[in-house]
């Protein structure tokens, strides 16, 4: 089952959609950013409270401005934070002089720009007309007391901090961060501070999948790794299964020890896809293990019987992916595939993957039939935004990734791109 990138992604946006997020908690709103709104907040009265004047100048009637220059007798001042309802009303052939963020008072109708007026003693003489409502916000125009101001999934960044601080939350209910376990496989893979023989490769891609995890919001649950070795590694992916989501890295190619489908395969897994056309990552697999409402349901329950028992996506069912264990490859496709799932068990409502675009510094010739997702780097200033793909020893090169700050995304039907075509690219943080 080796689908196109888009049939991949559609198929985990799909499983994404049937998701749930946990519980969830009450934060102080300090404490809040980057969390997932797990309640809807409401305007506690109308933004603005009250007609705001934008501009330093002078609060006038507009029909006073019929003739220019106009000449009127500034009758008194309103700071911000003035009561609405000032001293006095404002009548035919006078001003307030007003700053910005302050209430418009009672008869005026519009602001005048200080730079257009002059003082003289308590006279102001205008030399520009206003229209009725210039460099006012009436009150309630940005939105109504009462009215939704941010919904539940929303995650929470400097704006809607801003908007909960705004209608006085200074404490919010977000979702529990979803744990992701992480297993790595593979007999060459040490741990970091066991002693290295030559032939062993260090633990990175557990340690990337966290970095990732946490940015992206969830917990990370390390398990140790596995060796490939179908009891333990079984043992293992049960241990996995205790949490949200599994993520496997390694042991989903095509060698004699790859042994991460066989396993699922006996445990009576489902899988969506188990590869699909890009690079890095094609050996990709996403599936899901089903144990039904009851814990009569156990591993070896056939697949059937648990959906004829619960035709519906059950708490105790558990997704997963096994990610290539090419250190690039595992990286990418967590942004491509596990990140959405990830996020919706955030409780984060869905978003679509887009790409921005840059120009293309020098030509690249590939090898048609696989969506590619390149390293490469977002350079130039401002408007002139290039890109150049970073060269690699292939998905092994963690360090050519590291020198990369954005994936140059490749058409499958592509096979060459001139320099200076303005091609796609995927940012990476
Ligand atoms: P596999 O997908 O198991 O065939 O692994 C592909 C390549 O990725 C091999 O060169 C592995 O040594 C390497 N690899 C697998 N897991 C990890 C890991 N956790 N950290 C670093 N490299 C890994
Ligand atoms: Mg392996």
């Known amino acids: 089952m080796i689908l196109t990138f888009e049939e991949a992604r559609r198929m985990v946006e799909d499983h994404a959609s049937l998701l749930s997020p946990g519980d969830y908690e009450t934060l102080d709103l300090l404490h809040s950013a980057g969390r997932i709104l797990a309640e809807p907040v409401t305007a506690d009265r109308d933004i603005p409270p009250f007609p705001r004047s934008t501009r330093d100048g002078y609060a006038i009637r507009a029909a006073d401005l019929n003739q220019l220059p106009a000449k009127l007798t500034v009758v008194g001042e309103i700071k911000a934070g003035s009561t609405p309802t000032h001293p006095q009303p404002l009548n035919s052939g006078e001003a307030f002089s007003i700053m910005t963020g302050a209430p418009l008072p009672e008869g005026a109708d519009a602001i005048v720009m200080i730079e257009y007026t002059s003082l003289h003693g308590d006279r102001v003489a205008i030399t520009k007309a206003a229209a009725p409502g210039e460099n006012i916000v009436p009150q309630g125009a940005e939105a109504k007391r009462d009215s939704f101001l941010l919904d539940r999934g929303t995650r929470l960044n400097e704006a809607a901090v801003a908007l909960a601080a705004s209608v006085?939350?200074?404490?919010?209910?977000?979702?529990?961060?979803?744990?992701?376990?992480?297993?790595?496989?593979?007999?060459?893979?040490?741990?970091?501070?066991?002693?290295?023989?030559?032939?062993?490769?260090?633990?990175?891609?557990?340690?990337?999948?966290?970095?990732?995890?946490?940015?992206?919001?969830g917990e990370p649950v390390l398990l140790p790794i596995a060796p490939d070795e179908p009891r333990r590694l079984r043992e293992l992916i049960e241990q996995g299964f205790q949490s949200d989501l599994l993520l496997m890295t390694g042991g989903v190619s095509m060698g004699r020890y790859d042994l991460v489908e066989q396993v699922l395969a006996e445990m009576q897994a489902e899988s969506f896809f188990t590869g699909a056309k890009i690079q890095p990552g094609r050996p990709v697999v996403f599936g899901r293990i089903r144990r039904g409402p009851d814990c009569s349901c156990g591993a070896d329950t056939p697949v059937r019987e648990i959906l004829a028992a619960s035709p519906s996506l059950n708490k105790s069912d558990k997704y997963f992916f096994g990610l290539p264990g090419n250190p690039v490859s595992t990286m990418v496709t967590f942004e491509l595939f596990a990140r959405p799932m990830l996020e919706a068990l955030s409780g984060m409502r869905p978003r679509q993957l887009s790409f921005l675009h840059a120009r293309l510094k020098s030509e690249i010739r590939v090898k048609p039939g696989l969506k590619r997702f390149l390293p490469a780097i977002l350079s130039g200033q401002y408007e002139d935004s290039e890109v150049e793909l970073v060269s690699w020893q292939g998905s092994g090169d963690i360090a050519a990734r590291s020198r990369s700050n954005c994936l140059i995304v490749i058409p499958a039907d592509r096979e060459q791109i001139p320099a200076g075509e303005w091609i796609a690219v995927m940012p990476l943080r």
């Open 168 to 217: 006085g939350k200074s404490r919010l209910q977000v979702f529990v961060r979803p744990r992701i376990a992480v297993l790595t496989t593979g007999d060459e893979i040490v741990d970091l501070d066991a002693e290295i023989g030559p032939a062993q490769i260090r633990n990175s891609n557990s340690y990337s999948l966290a970095a990732q995890i946490q940015q992206a919001g």
